[in-house]
Structures are given as structure tokens and as C-alpha cells.
């Protein structure tokens, strides 16, 4: 026996015009197109981009809004994921005194499929969220819409990895990877801001992960509770724009280093260790590598703890150099070796540069 569901959506399914995305895509790219597209997905759906000239409607305030954005004579075409929700919202509007409304088939999953564009989407909340980064004539609309869709991968979730994360989270990065296979320790706490106290004893990642979503809960979280390796490096590398190394190890950053030659994707170097940091960006294009900086593995810094304070700033200093590398803006870190020293409060620059015989990204490798 079919359910009311099953009735009501078969019913409104034979009387719900369908339009296919040729279709659709066709009668868009006619000069003066007369279809006005309603896209239906709840915020935390547009990750996905949008159809270019949608109206962000969210089903769940349909029937409030809709009056008020369009009028009933207006072809209308509506979609949303799949085709559900955007078949039994037509039936909907029908009732309302809308006659002209049809459903996109298969939804944006469709159109995505079939190779047609989707613009980034900024809902009306989020353009007021991120209203003073808007206003910045350097970042503007395009230049947020570039933060949504990146994709930033944190190595590491502890005394950088905290300010990194937070400040990227609240910038509108799009997805953040988390990677860390330690848990929450009380000696942490002190500059791994990300955590707090009721997260002791958990995985980092959980914590971050439960901070940054209260944070910013339409930000896409991948997380990994796993140590980087050269076996895991390169495949998860590859499906991020910029790498953040928050490791404290050696190891981790020549691993960070192979797989991001190898898959060309820049990463922002940093170390802290007492009041002293190091700061960079390693393989931008026809940028140095780590292994440029530093052909033979330097020595492992004092395993001394960071002051609280210099863990911090040479984490926001990462996270600007990502928002720099993302915006394409500014005079980027590559071949710049900062130093910060936060007795003195003095920042310093040692300049390098690319090297034709570097052992990971030379001439002969
Ligand atoms: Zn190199």
C-alpha cells in the first residue's frame, strides 16, 4: 500500500510540468531569458554553487516570501537538489494562484551532471555576515564568493592550528579539513585555543569540529583523525587549494612538502617554539619548496612550549598568508622567511628563492 506521501507526490508528479536542464540551459542563454529560477535548498545546501539568476528562496519559507519576489503571471521554474521538494512546492504555488511554474528534472544534481555552470551562491545572510570583507574593494563580492569555494586542509589542530582554523572558519573558507589524531590534553588548553575544557579527553578533531560548526554552521567540515603519511598524503592533498602545516614535526612537514610538489598545490609553512616563530608560503607557482629552504632537514627546534601569545600570532600570520593566496591579493610569503620574535615584538624577513638542483621540486626530479 503506498503511503499519503507516495499519493501526494505522484499527483502533483503527472501535473507538475518538467523541464529538462537543455532545456532549461537553452531558454537561460537567450538574451532577455523570461524564466525566473527559484532555487529551493536550505542555506546549508549551497555549498554546491547556484543556477546564475536564481532567487534564493528556501522551501521552508516558500509560502511567506514568495509573494513578495515574484508575481503570479511570472514563469517560474524551480528547483532544488533533486526534484522532490521543487515538484510538490510547484503543486503549491499552483494552489497560491501561480500558473506558469514547471520543476528543473533531477534538480541542480542534474545540471551539475550534465556539465552546466553553477555560480557561487551568498544567501542575503551571508553577504551580511561577511558585510565588512564585501565592502573591502580588494576582497568584494568575488572575492568572498573565491573564500566559499576554497578548500583548506589543517595539518594539525594545536597551538597553530587553533588561530589558523578559527580565523579561516570565520572568513567564509568554504571547507576546512581537519586533520589531528591526538586528543584534547589539560596542559593544551593554555594556546590551543580551539579546545576548551568539556572537550578533554576527545579527539582534537571532534572539538574543532564542534567549535568551528557553532562558529559557522554552513562551513563544510572534512575531518581526519588520522597522522599524515607518505601513503595518505598525496590522494588527500590533492582535493584541497592550499595546505596549512600546524604540525610540530619534522617528519610532517617533508611529507606536507613531497605531496605538494607533487600535486602542486601551495602550503603555508609555520613553526613556534618559546617567544621565536617562522612563518612562510612553500610551493606557490614557480614558487621555492620546503626542501629549497632548508636542503638538508634542519634540526628540531626546542621541544620548549610556545608562549601562549607567539602560537597565536604566527597562526593569524598563516591564516593571512591562505586569505592572501586565496584572494590572489598582496605581496604573497613566497621566498620570504619570517621571523617573529615576540620578546622584542619584532618581525624580521630572510629572503630565498627556487634551486634548480633541490632535491623535491629541482630540474632533475
Ligand atoms: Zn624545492
Sequence with gaps: ?????????????????LIHASELFSQLSQKNPEVQLIDLREANEYHRGKIAGAIMLPR???????EALVKPEDTLVLYCSGEVRSILAAQVLHDMGFHNVSALRGGLTQWVAQGYPCEPCLSEQYLERFEKHVKLPEVGIQGQALLKNARVLIVGLGGLGSPVALYLAAAGIGELGLMDADVVHLSNLPRQILHSTPSLNL????????RLQTLCSDLHLKVFNERLHSGNAAPLIENFDVVVDASDNLETREIINTACVSTHTPWVYGSVSGFEGQVTLLNAPNGPCYRCLWPNPPENLTTSGPLNTAAGIVGLLQANEVLKVLLAHGELLSGRLLLWNSSESRLREILFSKKADCPACGLGT
Design 1 to 17: 500500500m503506498s503511503s499519503v506521501f507516495e499519493e501526494l507526490f505522484q499527483q502533483a508528479r503527472q501535473s507538475v510540468p
Design 60 to 66: 521552508s519559507r516558500l509560502e511567506i516570501r514568495i
Design 203 to 210: 579527539p582534537k578533531t571532534w572539538s574543532g569540529a564542534y
